[in-house]
Nanobody
Framework: QVQLVESGGGLVQGGGSLRLSCAAS????????MGWFRQAPGKEREFVAA????????YYADAVKGRFTVSRDNARNTGFLEMNSLSPEDTALYYC??????????????WGQGTQVTVSS
C-alpha cells in the first residue's frame, strides 16, 4: 500500500510563501499522478493542483493559478507544492493524494495525513 507523508505546513504572514512536501513510500509512484487538496473550516474539500509523474504535466485550480507551483522529484518519489502571495483565504488543511486519474473529476487512490497552513492578516 502507498503511504504519503506530508511536511512543511506552518504559520506565515499575508503575502508570504511556504513550500509543502509529500513523500511517497512503500512502492513506486509511477502509476499515479500527485494531487493537492485543501479544506478550510466550514467548507468542502477542494482541488488545488496536480502533476503527472511521467511527463510532468501540471494542473491548477483557478483560485491558485499564477501563485502556486507544483513539482516532483521522481527519483525520491516526492512531490512539492510551492505557495506564494498567500492570503488568509488560503488558510486550510492541505492534503496530498495519489491520483489514478487527474480528471475532471480527480480520482483519489490514497490520501496523505494533512498538514495545517495558517496565513495571518
Amino acid at each position: 500500500q502507498v503511504q504519503l507523508v506530508e511536511s512543511g505546513g506552518g504559520l506565515v504572514q499575508g503575502g508570504g510563501s511556504l513550500r509543502l512536501s509529500c513523500a511517497a513510500s512503500g512502492r513506486t509512484f509511477s502509476r499515479y499522478a500527485m494531487g493537492w487538496f485543501r479544506q478550510a473550516p466550514g467548507k468542502e474539500r477542494e482541488f488545488v493542483a496536480a502533476i503527472t509523474w511521467s511527463f510532468g504535466n501540471t494542473y491548477y485550480a483557478d483560485a491558485v493559478k499564477g501563485r502556486f507551483t507544483v513539482s516532483r522529484d521522481n527519483a525520491r518519489n516526492t512531490g512539492f507544492l510551492e505557495m506564494n502571495s498567500l492570503s488568509p483565504e488560503d488558510t486550510a488543511l492541505y492534503y496530498c493524494a495519489a491520483l489514478i486519474r487527474v480528471g475532471p473529476p480527480p480520482l483519489v487512490s490514497f490520501w496523505g495525513q494533512g498538514t495545517q497552513v495558517t496565513v495571518s492578516s
